[in-house]
């Protein structure tokens, strides 16, 4: 007729408990050190992790076999990328590189003094950030063309004391080059002569070679640490504003 009395479910329970109860009580090792051991072992994978870590942000948030991942295949078959011959404009992956922007903090220009001595302080810092006990530095991980690190172009301008700079555009000794994306807050007169520029960007392109792909990452470390120590200054406010993007998640 069914159950009619109240411990029909607890008292199956309880001798059940009981018996695991005993069953402990007579084999403590077994229960106590079996576990323990197990625990221990299976634990050991944690020393793998960040072997098996993946910040490849593209493979985790982008489809398999996505039309950009199609449309990549093709530019890379017929448009081949030359590593000697770096060239922002022909990369097909998203490159290897660190960037900032500094900003002036009051009216004066990026281009004049004191703003720009602090500006070249700056980048003489970042090219003397070193890794691996000081064997390698930017100068042997830096992108290369024609043999040379490829340089921001509006310091060597600004090195060569070319007073005239025009903006967009400029000459440059023999070649016309784009300062669009390298100053902001661009003032000109009416011949597009700059007179003042309240910001400039910088880029530092290290080489995708697969071989120095672990120093590349200490080098971008470090740039991050100099300019996090670098935030605070009296003519300029600095910015790092690119990374590999899996620094961004760091």
């Not at 090219?127 to 830096?142: K, P």
Request: charged share 25%.
């Amino acid at each position: 007729m069914g159950c009619r009395r109240t411990d029909c479910f607890s008292r199956p329970l309880s001798n059940l408990f009981e018996k695991l109860g005993s069953t402990v009580g007579s084999c403590p090792l077994f229960f106590f050190v079996i576990p323990i051991i197990i625990s221990a072992v299976l634990g050991g994978g944690f020393f793998f992790l960040k072997d098996r870590e993946d910040n490849d942000l593209e493979m985790q948030f982008t489809p398999k076999k996505g039309p950009s991942k199609a449309t990549r295949a093709f530019v890379r078959e017929n448009f081949p990328y030359n590593k000697s011959m770096f060239s922002e404009d022909r990369l097909y992956e998203k490159g290897n590189f660190a960037s900032l922007i500094a900003v002036s903090k009051n009216s004066d220009s990026v281009l004049e003094s004191p703003a720009l001595d602090e500006i070249l302080r700056l980048n003489e810092k970042i090219m003397n950030i070193t890794v691996e006990n000081g064997r390698l530095g930017f100068y042997d991980l830096c992108a290369k063309a024609n043999g040379r690190c490829v340089s921001n172009v509006i310091l060597e301008i600004l090195l060569d004391d070319e007073t005239s700079i025009t903006y967009p555009e400029h000459q440059h000794g023999s070649s016309l080059v784009f300062l669009g994306s390298a100053l902001g807050g661009v003032v000109t007169d009416a011949n597009s002569t700059v007179t003042s520029s309240q910001a400039v960007k910088l880029l530092y392109y290290l080489d995708n070679d697969e071989d120095l792909e672990e120093a590349s990452k200490l080098w971008l470390r470090g740039f991050k640490a100099l300019l996090s120590d670098e935030m605070d200054r009296k003519q300029i406010d600095v910015r790092m504003t690119s990374f590999r993007l899996s620094f961004l998640f760091q």
